[in-house]
């Protein structure tokens, strides 16, 4: 067996192989290369997919009797092997509507720019990687797309705190990418309405996840236990008996609540999910990655869900309504160069209300995320046993799992329930 079979036996599942050589096949412009494949993603990085990163040696004439050596990188994601994996972590939704992003609605964006003479590359939407191929048989799903590390891209560090500078470019790359569904809804309504009925992937019949979102308020209140939070409590607590947790959670990405106002969210933007890249030490362009859970629904859920997880209340403190000003302030002005009018599809007090509407959405999904924020690799959960402790009903055990109880995580869920509560997000 030669090397490159090797490798190509590494990963699962024939059609998965066949796909790669066509991948391959179609970006190189030779056959003879040399294959190298390795873990994509640290532990903790990724839960409901496998993140295999593939490097492609070859050698290109470019003259008579000189060759060059070349290297294309390549990430290849596939869902786990584990059947029960599979099932808690509701991969197959999530890799459908991944191939849905990829495949239709950033292509249809691209598309939609350059009818208006804006070249994404230069001063448009461009931060999403590029996809080469997915695809969607059952058990044989996969995305095959460009290695942004050789473009100089990488994750965060995620136990080091976003800089406001960070912060800015991510609000940018949301306005711009929620500009378009305006743009889109506005002026090309039938290309736009079948994401408008796209299914909430977190909206699930299943009584275990059902009752685990409503646990993550055993959390919450223990932060808010410390001597002096006794009125954040009391508000915390009155919160959440009007409406239990996961119908709160279900109801906030509900598109057609947020009309007219509902855009397609990217839907997972936190640390884990964007790639920076640096001049020196200054970052200077983002990529969102993972647009597994992409949802139609309010442009608070978004930000909120990057907001509240990721930052620190000392920067929220000082610049939270700076970087909302700079979120709105990009999507207006790319908005206007779309053709439309943000004074009309999108005005600056319905920003406001969308927040105080939809902003506990990132509240909420605080209390899942700054757990794995905040657990070192060494203490990140084995997903497979958990897998099988959710499918047997576990939920204490689940909850042990992701619970993460050291000091930062309670003080930074007490950070962000004060800061919404004080922002009247909490309604």
């Not at 058990?139 to 990488?154: C, P, S, W």
């Not at 954040?232 to 609540?257: A, H, V, W």
């Not at 397609?264 to 884990?272: A, L, R």
Request: glycine share 4%; net charge negative.
């Amino acid at each position: 067996m030669s090397s490159n079979e090797d490798v190509l036996q590494k990963l699962p599942y024939d059609a998965v192989r066949t796909a790669l050589i066509e991948v391959i096949h179609s970006i190189i412009p030779t056959k003879n290369y040399a294959l190298q494949l390795e873990e994509g993603s640290s532990k903790g990085d990724n839960y409901v997919g496998v993140v295999h990163r593939l490097n492609i040696s070859y050698e290109e004439k470019e003259s008579e009797n000189v060759r060059k050596s070349k290297k294309v990188g390549m990430f290849v994601k596939v869902p786990p092997t584990n059947i029960q994996r599979r099932n808690q972590f509701f991969a197959r939704p999530c890799f459908l509507r991944e191939a849905l992003m990829y495949d239709e609605f950033l292509p249809l964006l691209a598309k939609f720019q350059q009818s208006k003479g804006i070249n994404p590359e230069v001063d448009g939407f461009k931060e999403h990687a590029i996809c080469y191929k997915s695809l969607s048989d059952e058990l044989h799903e996969a995305i095959f797309m460009e290695d942004l590390g050789n473009k100089g891209f990488r994750m965060n560090d995620r136990f080091v705190d976003p800089s406001l500078e960070i912060v800015k470019l991510i609000m940018k790359a949301l306005g711009k990418l929620h500009a378009l569904s305006f743009a889109l809804k506005d002026q090309c309504p039938d290309e736009f309405a079948k994401f408008r009925d796209i299914e909430e992937i977190l909206k699930r019949n299943d009584k275990f996840f059902v009752d685990y979102i409503n646990g993550l308020k055993e959390m919450a209140i223990e932060a808010l236990s410390n001597e002096g939070d006794e009125k954040y409590l009391q508000f915390f607590k009155s919160f959440i008996e009007k409406k239990p947790l996961y119908n709160r959670m279900t109801e906030l990405t509900e598109g057609f609540r947020a009309e007219p106002y509902a855009v397609m969210n990217h839907g997972d933007c936190w640390n884990n999910n964007i790639l920076f890249k640096y001049n020196n030490e200054t970052a200077v362009d983002i990529k969102l990655i993972d647009w597994q859970i992409s949802r139609f629904s309010s442009p608070a859920c978004d930000l909120s869900y990057y907001i509240f997880p990721c930052t620190t209340k000392p920067l929220r403190d000082l610049y939270y309504q700076e970087i909302m000003d700079v979120y709105y302030s990009e999507l207006a002005q790319f908005l206007k160069k779309l053709g439309s009018d943000p004074e009309v599809l999108f005005p600056r007090p319905a920003l406001d209300d969308q927040l105080k509407r939809f902003g506990s959405f990132g509240v909420i999904m605080s209390l899942m995320l700054i757990p794995t924020l905040t657990a070192k690799a060494d203490n990140v959960p084995d997903l497979d046993e958990i897998s099988a402790r959710m499918e047997a009903g576990d939920v204490e055990f689940t909850k042990e799992a992701f619970g993460n109880k050291v000091p930062e995580t309670f003080s930074r869920i007490r950070d962000v329930l004060v800061d919404a509560i004080n922002l009247e997000y909490l309604v």
